[in-house]
């Protein structure tokens, strides 16, 4: 009797950690990583002037989104009053203006969020980014974002930059989210960081710190 009631007790007990464990996966199920791009190829033209990343990538977009490629660097840079930089402020307007709306009649224009320091540091900041580019490529616009200090491509740099966002991996963890850009720079499509790598994108206090363009 003694030996009937100790195999119950195991099988009982094989049963119920059976359907512990049953219940614990289904409690901890994680959703594989969902990737967004953009629809067709986008083709980035090399900035012609060393502080050219704002009119290029301002051309790149404009081409994509057009599909032709009419402005040169130098007329966008002259009508966003670039002088040894440019302030999105002054870019983004310009970017909106030379839109086709014809082609596009329900576009949205693009707004400029500035981006405050060290941003990146809450877990709310990251899923706003990731959630605002999401939306943008699945309507398959660019997303243009302005960089300062250390982007992981360029350790330990002091930079001002603009690169623009073509894809994204999307992760649970917001800090895992992968961030695929293309570069007006040396004209590569396979640059990336992460939500992780923001805060240290972010990090120099200035009145315009990085900024986001996003039409939505």
């Known amino acids: 009797m003694s030996k009937m009631i100790n195999v119950l007790s195991i099988v009982l007990f094989i049963i119920t950690t059976l359907f512990i464990t049953n219940i614990?996966?289904?409690n901890t199920i994680i959703n594989p990583p969902t990737y967004i791009s953009l629809k067709h190829n986008f083709s980035n033209f090399q900035q012609e002037q060393k502080y050219y990343c704002v009119p290029a990538s301002i051309k790149s977009i404009i081409s994509y989104i057009n599909n032709n490629d009419l402005l040169s660097q130098d007329e966008l840079?002259?009508?966003?009053?670039?002088?040894?930089?440019?302030?999105?402020?002054?870019?983004?307007?310009?970017?909106n203006k030379h839109i086709n709306l014809q082609l596009h009649p329900n576009f949205l224009e693009y707004q400029n969020y500035v981006l405050e320091?060290?941003?990146?540091?809450?877990?709310?900041?990251?899923?706003?980014?990731?959630n605002l580019v999401k939306l943008s490529l699945?309507?398959?616009i660019p997303v243009i974002l302005g960089i300062k200090v250390s982007p992981?491509?360029?350790?330990n740099s002091q930079v001002k930059h603009v690169v623009i966002i073509i894809a994204i991996?999307?992760?649970d963890n917001p800090d895992e989210t992968i961030y695929y850009?293309?570069?007006?720079?040396?004209r590569t499509t396979n640059k990336t960081f992460t939500g992780h790598n923001l805060i240290n994108m972010?990090?120099?206090?200035?009145?315009?710190?990085?900024?986001?363009?996003?039409?939505?």
């Open 117 to 130: 320091q060290n941003f990146g540091k809450k877990d709310e900041q990251k899923l706003w980014l990731q």
């Open 152 to 155: 992981p491509w360029w350790l």
């Open 202 to 216: 972010f990090t120099i206090a200035s009145a315009n710190l990085g900024a986001i363009a996003t039409p939505l």
């Open 138 to 140: 699945k309507n398959d």
């Open 24 to 26: 614990t996966t289904q």
């Open 169 to 171: 991996l999307i992760d």
């Open 181 to 186: 850009v293309s570069d007006a720079f040396d």
């Open 77 to 95: 840079a002259n009508e966003m009053k670039t002088n040894n930089e440019t302030l999105m402020v002054n870019a983004i307007p310009i970017l």
